[in-house]
């Protein structure tokens, strides 16, 4: 008999009923081989003392092992395992001085082997960022009235059932009127998708444009996050330069009379990485290309909502007479990154294949935020906290940008960004960057080394600073560190 | 000289000021073709009269637009459009007689032509639904005391900022000892990939595993929703018959002998749409398969805690040896769809390459519900909750099939189902479901019409008939509509 006594173990403490530890402790000794099928298990009264239990927990255990087809009970002989079970048959362990790498049990595309993991951005206390928003200033209070006020009402809890994959209709219509009173983007609901975050629309977007081998035009220097979805189509990246004028039209309008291409992605409201303002006749010279070469033209304009010195340039869906043109933009860049709330603008034939395509991924967003969303739109709420943050941002970015000027003008070229959220910072050549995180890091700061800016095009000792948030004191001592280092 | 007098009118009731309102008026007439290249725009004193204004509200709007590039000021001579500004050209209007359908602007793919809006299930009052849970019994008073109390620690706003694309490292852990309490699957939070719903993870699964004209087994009948998450990636889906103990994997074997394939796809614990369970012998053989062809398992657990009868089967994910299981899981079912959070159990750099993948998707998931979620697993609420449930949901279980066979046997056919939120109703074939569906919708009743669990291999006259989200005297109201229109 196998030495029960130590292979079982009952815990008491637990909510799982002892019978059924029991049982679950046979089905692993079933399944790891130790006891093989015709076996017999020990008689009830035995094991019931070996392992100090009740006969009957035994009984009950073993009824439940015959229910569930593990075992059988055999008339005046006994419970055996199951005679007719499939031994399940184990990997051997790599054999001594063989390599130690296990094989895979299966394999998977290798898109993704030298992926790092995501970046969590919750732990460090002080952090010079890519450029996001100060969730200190996140109208927490309001939201929570929201929700609680969603729950008070009779049929509240409606919008915990399933809703549909283009998002709260409530939220939609909020976003037309929003989108229309700064944007003067005049839409329906229809031509609206809640997505979560300006990501997803970048990624439904490409999925259903591109196609393996398919060209689409992007920015010499380029979001890298919108890169990589669009490579994971397998579409052919061509990169266009760009300036500071934003991305160089004339040079596409050259490529597209040997090439067509299925679409355009620009930032134009503050291009990423380096916070450029695309001009109006590249604009409007964009809108005639996509007209006449029949492409789609990306907008992605997920920092609308800051911009400091004059009036916020319309965007291209704004003047878009032709239909060209997938808006993409996000709250959640304006409220807090883990409250993920974006929205993407199109045909309404476009948006209805876009949400068949998001009802794939994930069926709907988070009802219950879209409906405290729309509520905070509808407040007024939204459109106050815009405004406060706009304020302290623009203040925020002036001292940041006087501290970078009188302290890291030797180390550090940069133009003050007419808008968004972060400097773009050209640092000196002779300023190795990944010791320079690693130097700060080591100093209480946490600032990333560039590799994120750099594609197989774009090589630069540069990379944003995030000035948005900081507070006053946060940016003398974060600034203060890395002057010690790089000056 | 244009109209201004009618084309140029200012709200002072918004928040826009009166200058961005004239601006982006002039940026309309711009666009739209009314103002060309070199047009003179009016004096301003001659504007300031006819729209009623003040003279320098027209001069501000004048510098924004020469500021953004729209026009350009010529010295002694007044404000132009600018003379270089490329013309939006615009398409024509389909002439009377053509078709009536404008060109589409740009192409994208046509997989979702057909597609039908998601459905939203908010607005019913009264529904048989697919198999929902009742979002009544949900402990929204617990998950608002976790938000709030987030909220009051000093470093509770941290959970807004942007968090791993892998999800909450607390709801992670969490997760690990309630799938080893209940399941005996003993895993660690390196294993685990927090998803938005089981949708999420069988799309990533789909994705990683599958290339165009891949094979993947599964189900004749089967869930639709991840049968058209497999044929996005172009896959080819082979059909193995299902039976009373589950999927046939002798079947399987036979057709093992001539293809390989990259993955089975089953709910094992209640299959979908039927509910029946696979049993062990099955199961076994399954894994063995795996192991010598090396295929995935993608084991779709949706409803494990639902089991009303005996102790629920172990999944194929806690006797799986070798690694060749994908393991998906949700709690959005047991607490509420809306709440969308799951999760998907597999090898380490499995996970790594789904993080990576949902990092393109959407960043990252909702992390202060997650942190709720986690802290709602420590303090043994969420344990609580899905055992006031479970016993509230047999009840509900047994008093519907109790009403169907007294009152619908005529015209149902169905087993009692073991668990699971939802019975199998096989109904008389002379009775039309669509025809039942619009009757139905008429008398108040939101029943479906039997589409969704029909697929190319699987024609049937039989639903699903979820009781799980009705209390008793909607039952009995619902279950007596259906009576009067199909018995």
């Given at each position: 008999m196998l030495p029960y006594k130590s292979l079982i173990k009952v815990d008491r403490k637990t909510s799982i009923s002892l019978h059924i530890q029991v049982c679950n402790t046979f089905i692993s000794l079933i399944t790891n081989g130790t006891l093989k099928p015709s076996d017999a298990l020990p008689g009830s009264r035995i094991l019931a003392e070996l392992i100090v239990i009740n006969r009957n927990t035994v009984k009950l255990a073993?009824?439940?092992?015959?229910?569930?087809?593990?075992?059988?009970?055999?008339?005046?002989?006994?419970v055996f395992v199951l005679?007719?079970?499939?031994?399940?048959?184990?990997t051997r362990l790599p054999e001594a001085g063989k390599s130690n790498a296990p094989q895979k049990a299966f394999l998977w595309t290798d898109h993704f082997e030298d992926a790092l993991p995501g970046k969590d951005l919750q732990k460090p206390t002080l952090a010079i960022d890519d450029g996001f928003p100060d969730v200190r200033l996140a109208p927490v209070n309001e939201l929570m009235r929201e929700y609680r006020s969603l729950f008070r009402k009779v049929y509240g809890k409606k919008y915990l059932k399933y809703g549909g994959s283009r998002g709260s209709e409530h939220l939609r219509v909020a976003i037309c009127n929003y989108l229309s009173n700064t944007r003067g983007l005049v839409?329906?609901?229809d031509n609206i998708l809640i997505t979560k975050g300006s990501q997803m629309g970048i990624y439904l977007a490409a999925q259903l444009l591109l196609q393996p081998g398919d060209p689409i035009a992007v920015g010499i220097s380029n979001y890298g996050s919108a890169d990589a979805a669009f490579r994971y189509t397998g579409a052919n990246l061509l990169r266009i330069p760009v300036d500071s004028r934003g991305m160089n039209v004339d040079h596409l309008e050259k490529l597209l009379k040997r090439k067509k291409i299925k679409a355009v992605y620009i930032i134009p409201h503050h291009h990423f990485p380096t916070t450029v303002t695309m001009s109006v006749e590249r604009r409007m010279k964009l809108l005639n290309l996509a007209k006449e070469h029949r492409f789609a033209i990306i907008e992605d304009d997920y920092d609308f909502d800051f911009h400091y010195d004059n009036n916020p340039y319309l965007p291209l869906a704004s003047i878009d007479h032709n239909h060209n043109v997938i808006y993409i933009g996000s709250i959640s860049k304006t409220f807090a990154p883990a409250l993920r709330i974006g929205f993407m603008v199109?045909?309404?034939?476009?948006?209805?294949?876009?949400?068949?395509?998001?009802?794939?991924?994930?069926?709907?967003?988070?009802?219950?935020?879209?409906?405290?969303?729309?509520?905070?739109?509808?407040?007024?709420?939204?459109?106050?906290?815009?405004?406060?943050?706009?304020?302290?941002?623009?203040?925020?970015?002036d001292l940041f940008c006087q501290i970078l000027r009188a302290d890291l003008a030797k180390a550090i070229t940069f133009r003050v960004p007419e808008g968004g959220l972060a400097v773009w910072a050209e640092f000196d050549k002779k300023i190795?960057?990944?010791?320079m995180s690693e130097d700060a890091s080591k100093k209480g700061l946490y600032i990333d080394n560039g590799d994120f800016y750099k594609n197989e095009a774009f090589v630069t000792n540069a990379m944003r600073l995030g000035f948005a948030s900081l507070t006053d004191n946060e940016m003398i001592k974060a600034l203060g560190i890395l002057k010690k280092i790089i000056c």
């Amino acid at each position: 008999m196998l030495p029960y006594k130590s292979l079982i173990k009952v815990d008491r403490k637990t909510s799982i009923s002892l019978h059924i530890q029991v049982c679950n402790t046979f089905i692993s000794l079933i399944t790891n081989g130790t006891l093989k099928p015709s076996d017999a298990l020990p008689g009830s009264r035995i094991l019931a003392e070996l392992i100090v239990i009740n006969r009957n927990t035994v009984k009950l255990a073993y009824e439940e092992l015959i229910n569930q087809g593990w075992a059988e009970s055999i008339e005046r002989k006994g419970v055996f395992v199951l005679a007719r079970l499939p031994i399940i048959s184990r990997t051997r362990l790599p054999e001594a001085g063989k390599s130690n790498a296990p094989q895979k049990a299966f394999l998977w595309t290798d898109h993704f082997e030298d992926a790092l993991p995501g970046k969590d951005l919750q732990k460090p206390t002080l952090a010079i960022d890519d450029g996001f928003p100060d969730v200190r200033l996140a109208p927490v209070n309001e939201l929570m009235r929201e929700y609680r006020s969603l729950f008070r009402k009779v049929y509240g809890k409606k919008y915990l059932k399933y809703g549909g994959s283009r998002g709260s209709e409530h939220l939609r219509v909020a976003i037309c009127n929003y989108l229309s009173n700064t944007r003067g983007l005049v839409v329906s609901a229809d031509n609206i998708l809640i997505t979560k975050g300006s990501q997803m629309g970048i990624y439904l977007a490409a999925q259903l444009l591109l196609q393996p081998g398919d060209p689409i035009a992007v920015g010499i220097s380029n979001y890298g996050s919108a890169d990589a979805a669009f490579r994971y189509t397998g579409a052919n990246l061509l990169r266009i330069p760009v300036d500071s004028r934003g991305m160089n039209v004339d040079h596409l309008e050259k490529l597209l009379k040997r090439k067509k291409i299925k679409a355009v992605y620009i930032i134009p409201h503050h291009h990423f990485p380096t916070t450029v303002t695309m001009s109006v006749e590249r604009r409007m010279k964009l809108l005639n290309l996509a007209k006449e070469h029949r492409f789609a033209i990306i907008e992605d304009d997920y920092d609308f909502d800051f911009h400091y010195d004059n009036n916020p340039y319309l965007p291209l869906a704004s003047i878009d007479h032709n239909h060209n043109v997938i808006y993409i933009g996000s709250i959640s860049k304006t409220f807090a990154p883990a409250l993920r709330i974006g929205f993407m603008v199109g045909p309404a034939e476009f948006i209805q294949s876009a949400s068949a395509l998001r009802d794939l991924i994930d069926k709907q967003g988070d009802t219950l935020l879209e409906e405290a969303f729309a509520q905070l739109f509808d407040d007024g709420e939204m459109e106050r906290h815009f405004r406060k943050s706009l304020k302290i941002y623009k203040q925020r970015r002036d001292l940041f940008c006087q501290i970078l000027r009188a302290d890291l003008a030797k180390a550090i070229t940069f133009r003050v960004p007419e808008g968004g959220l972060a400097v773009w910072a050209e640092f000196d050549k002779k300023i190795d960057l990944h010791r320079m995180s690693e130097d700060a890091s080591k100093k209480g700061l946490y600032i990333d080394n560039g590799d994120f800016y750099k594609n197989e095009a774009f090589v630069t000792n540069a990379m944003r600073l995030g000035f948005a948030s900081l507070t006053d004191n946060e940016m003398i001592k974060a600034l203060g560190i890395l002057k010690k280092i790089i000056c």
